[in-house]
């Protein structure tokens, strides 16, 4: 495929402090040109946001976000990075099919990438083609934009742009797609692996004060900062990991070169949101032992933060021993937090904000009822606001979701006795509607919205999901049937990479 030498007039604004890093942390990488490349969306909040003034029918806007040609201001790049993919070290990874293109300083002073996704081959492809079928653009852009909308650090979507490329996959021949990324932060636990994997300490060193100076500003100027740029990357994710968990979101694949060092969601891959509660709920169709299950989450993140800090074992002691001890103490912070942020945030979702020791069992109660019926996930916590009053008889709705629903009116007695103690109902209810969305990405409404566009090119869909994303906590009287869970026949359980 042809690579595109063409700059275009427009100037993104953009700056290239990574590519002004040492050669050995990136490749330059054009992108592809592609042939039949649509704009379908562009995020114009977000552009606007990030100090862009284009509309989707700025001229040159579309083949700059396809890939056809470059922003004047780009510096085209491609990461390196390693990682270990399901437990197993690879040392070369790096960005195969994504192309940073530089960075946005915003009017409200934050720093973001801006990166093309499926825009064809760099240095690290490896067999790869370097591009995306339209379908995982969409999920990405979709799936990201809601996880925004819920109030969780991610990586954002500004653009899918459709082509008339023929991608092939085992599954057969997809039209193409470009995405363009947005991202606080793109250096993962794999980029300092990369390193560490080479022997070349200097490196890392390097890359830790780029992230420092870049995504932890407040502890570069300490006396022990490597040790506290540590423990700040493990507070964030230890949050991070608290609210999937609370919204019922499953990443799939936390290999730790999808381990964002700035904290936020990366890499949406085979991720899903469950419906029906299954603490052991699995969606990827790679990941066949159940590695990155739902409640496998923060154990799995916690294997990956010590992954960082083996890499990070020079900075943070002057003996192995002495850096060993860092790394534990690291870790046991990382897992208190996290247990700390998933009670206050659970006990939150049944109105509890203050506590008492015996809450978490009445919590543990709800929880295995929604198991043993397989109640929806999301639904459950959403409708159980309207019996926040004492003695309130059980809603339709509610009552639905469970195939014994007897045996959760006992529990809502004792947990409406409970709440008298907390605040009036009101507060209580307005609490939990703040913290249990009614709307999130429901599998087989993105797998609609990307087989009308795959299929019939009617983007109809992914436009009103992303409208319907931008408010997942309030309730749309004309799209209360997207809040439903799937009926049986229309569940989709298995979700593909698709790269
Ligand atoms: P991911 O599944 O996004 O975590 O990707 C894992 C690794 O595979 C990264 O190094 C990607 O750049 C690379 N990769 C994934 N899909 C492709 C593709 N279509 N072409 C080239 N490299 C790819
Ligand atoms: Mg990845």
């Known amino acids: 495929m042809k690579k595109t030498t063409a700059v275009s007039a427009l100037k993104a604004g953009f700056e290239n402090s990574f590519a002004a890093l040492p050669q050995k942390f990136y490749d330059a990488a054009m992108p592809e040109s592609v042939h039949g490349a649509v704009l379908e969306k562009y995020n114009q909040k977000l552009g606007r946001d990030m100090g862009f003034n284009f509309t989707k029918e700025t001229p040159g806007l579309a083949d700059c976000l396809a890939g056809n040609l470059v922003f004047s201001d780009a510096e085209p790049i491609a990461m390196a990075y390693a990682g270990h993919q399901f437990g197993n070290f690879v040392p070369l990874l790096g960005d195969g099919r994504a192309i940073l293109l530089g960075e946005k300083s915003t009017p409200d002073g934050k720093r973001l990438n801006v990166q093309l996704k499926g825009s064809g081959r760099t240095r690290f492809s490896r067999g790869g083609d370097g591009k995306s079928p339209l379908g995982p653009v969409i999920r990405e852009y979709l799936v990201s934009e809601a996880m925004h909308g819920l109030g969780v650090p991610t990586t954002r979507a500004l653009a899918i742009v459709s082509t008339k490329e023929k991608i092939l996959r085992p599954d057969g021949i997809h039209p193409g797609g470009v995405m363009t990324r947005v991202a606080p932060g793109l250096v993962r636990v794999g980029s300092f692996e990369y390193f560490a994997a080479r022997g070349d300490e200097a490196a890392i060193r390097m890359l830790a004060d780029y992230v420092i100076t870049r995504h932890y500003p407040e502890i570069f100027e300490k006396k022990d900062c490597y040790h506290q740029f540590f423990s700040a990357v493990a507070l964030r994710q230890a949050q991070l990991i608290a609210k999937w968990m609370q919204l019922g979101f499953i990443h799939g694949v936390m290999n730790t070169d999808n381990t964002s060092i700035s904290g936020e969601t990366i890499d949406y891959g085979p991720c899903a949101f469950m419906d029906y509660y299954d603490p052991n709920m699995v969606f990827s169709s790679i990941d066949t032992m159940g590695r990155y299950r739902y409640t496998n989450q923060s154990a799995i993140m916690k294997w990956n933060l010590h992954c960082l800090g083996i890499c990070l074992q020079s900075l943070l002691g002057k003996t192995n021993e002495e850096a060993m001890d860092v790394i534990d103490a690291v870790l046991a912070e990382f897992e208190q937090e996290f247990l700390n942020a998933q009670k206050i945030g659970m006990l939150k979702k049944i109105g509890i904000e203050r506590p008492w020791d015996q809450d978490v069992s009445l919590l543990g109660e709800l929880l295995a009822l929604m198991e043993t019926q397989k109640a929806d996930f999301t639904l459950t916590f959403r409708y159980l606001a309207d019996h926040v009053r004492q003695n309130s008889n059980m809603t339709m709705q509610f009552q639905r979701l469970f195939n014994a629903p007897d045996a959760v009116a006992a529990w ?58 931008e408010k997942p906590f309030t309730q749309q009287p004309e799209f209360t049937d997207y809040a439903q869970a799937p009926a049986k026949a229309e569940r989709v359980t298995r979700t593909f990479c698709g790269t």
């Open 412 to 469: 809502l007695k004792s947990w409406q006795r409970r709440l008298a103690e907390e605040n009036s109902p009101e507060v209580i209810r307005e609490g939990m509607n703040r913290v249990n969305p009614l709307f999130i990405p429901r599998n087989h409404r993105i797998q609609k919205a990307i087989e009308d566009a795959e299929i019939k090119k009617d983007f109809t869909q992914v436009h009103l999901l992303a409208a319907l994303f």
